[in-house]
């Protein structure tokens, strides 16, 4: 934490500076679209994003759009508390007469139904599926429908801002995109197919605006966003864990910083079991629980394929166990919860499980698999090259 004054302390920009250079934003740009829409993950930013743009709205100091629709992206891996709090947002801004709409992933698509069902082992770094399946995708499915609605262009607003550099106690440089004007916010016309252009109203904003609109301007005008930052820990020593929030259990983090956060704070601390997910996906992906590829593969060139024996799908073994621990983990969680009534979780519904359970008894695997294969821990002679095999050599005493 930062206590030694700076020679640019009294020309920091202040929550009203940014307030109103968001205004100018809105004014130049926004006005332009008859249709917005804002894209809603249910954190810090977008959350700041969608109270100020409803308080500007809603004050006369923007012009109102013929239509706004907030797109509430669901992955179904977000924390609880963000989750609960995120509902509870979009429940008053339907209220207030705006259009909502939560956003998920096709069924075949979502986490555990793509994992159990199919048997594609937990996301990784090198095999990294889910952000494209569980975010991009739907998400660009749901702006597609507006176009169709609309029937003319219109205006994506982002809860993007500037991440802090060398420079972070000067002001902060606003980023410049095409057609825009320095200063004026972050502006592109630049998404796919002609179907929406991009505005992020609050690029230019510090951490700190943010946590003061959360804290002391969300509430007053409606909207419960001091639960956001008590669940990020501000104000406590928390805080100085981290800042950002991902999906829970994130297998793409090498710590789950922001679960660990949350379990901190006593009304969450029912949701310890999640810490067995990470664990839990780690061993999904271990070689014996998974099938090989053994014999040669070729491309459509007639080439071998570069990544000869690699390792594939999880058995089906391995997929019942999986869910079952899952489906452990979520029993005990809303045990927890009805006993001192809190929030339910929910990893997989109903109609999830179903699905899961179909794909499994229709004997479900990965192009190019079949099932037929041996698992990854038998040992083989090695394809090194055309016609170049390596023999098995094992030592012994």
Not at 310 to 335: A, C, F, H, Y
Request: neutral net charge; glycine residues 8%; contains cysteine.
């Amino acid at each position: 934490m930062r206590t030694q004054p700076t020679l640019f302390e009294n020309s920091r920009m202040t929550l009203r500076d940014a307030i109103d250079l968001t205004v100018m934003s809105m004014q130049l740009y926004a006005e332009k679209y008859r249709h917005w829409s804002i894209s809603y993950s249910g954190g810090k930013d977008s959350s700041a994003t969608l109270a100020i743009v409803l308080h500007l709205l809603e004050s006369g100091l923007i012009n109102k759009p013929d239509s706004l629709t907030v797109l509430y992206a669901d992955t179904g891996l977000e924390l609880l508390p963000l989750h609960h709090t995120a509902i509870q947002i979009l429940t008053e801004v339907e209220k207030r007469g705006y259009r909502t709409a939560i956003v998920r992933p096709e069924l075949d698509k979502r986490f555990f139904v793509y994992m159990f069902g199919r048997g594609v082992p937990p996301p990784s770094n090198v095999f990294r599926w889910c952000t494209g399946a569980l975010k991009i995708k739907p998400m660009m499915d749901a702006l597609q429908k507006i176009r169709v609605q609309t029937g003319e262009k219109f205006l994506s607003l982002i809860g993007v801002r500037l991440g802090e550099s060398a420079a972070r106690d000067q002001r902060i440089a606003i980023a410049c995109g095409k057609d825009a004007e320095c200063g004026q916010g972050y502006y592109q016309e630049t998404t796919p197919a002609n179907v929406a252009d991009v505005l992020a109203p609050i690029v230019h904003w510090r951490t700190c605006h943010v946590w003061d609109l959360l804290q002391g301007f969300g509430p007053p005008h409606g909207l419960p966003t001091e639960q956001i930052a008590s669940i990020y820990g501000l104000g406590t020593e928390l805080e100085e864990i981290s800042s950002r929030t991902g999906c829970t259990a994130c297998n793409l983090a090498s710590r789950d910083i922001a679960l660990d956060r949350i379990l901190h704070l006593p009304d969450w601390r029912y949701l310890a079991p999640l810490k067995r997910l990470k664990p839990l996906y780690a061993e999904l992906r271990q070689p014996y629980r998974r099938l090989r590829k053994t014999k040669a593969e070729y491309n459509a060139a007639g080439n071998l394929v570069s990544n000869l024996h690699r390792l594939g799908p999880m058995t089906m073994e391995t997929r019942r166990w999986g869910l079952s621990q899952v489906l452990k983990i979520q029993d005990e969680i809303n045990k927890a919860a009805n006993g001192i009534n809190r929030p339910e979780i929910t990893l997989v519904d109903t109609e999830e499980l179903a699905r899961i359970n179909e794909l499994i008894e229709a004997n479900t695997w990965p192009d190019k698999w079949s099932g037929d294969e041996e698992t990854g821990d038998i040992l083989h002679n090695q394809i090194v090259a055309e016609g170049v095999v390596q023999p098995l050599i094992i030592s012994g005493d």
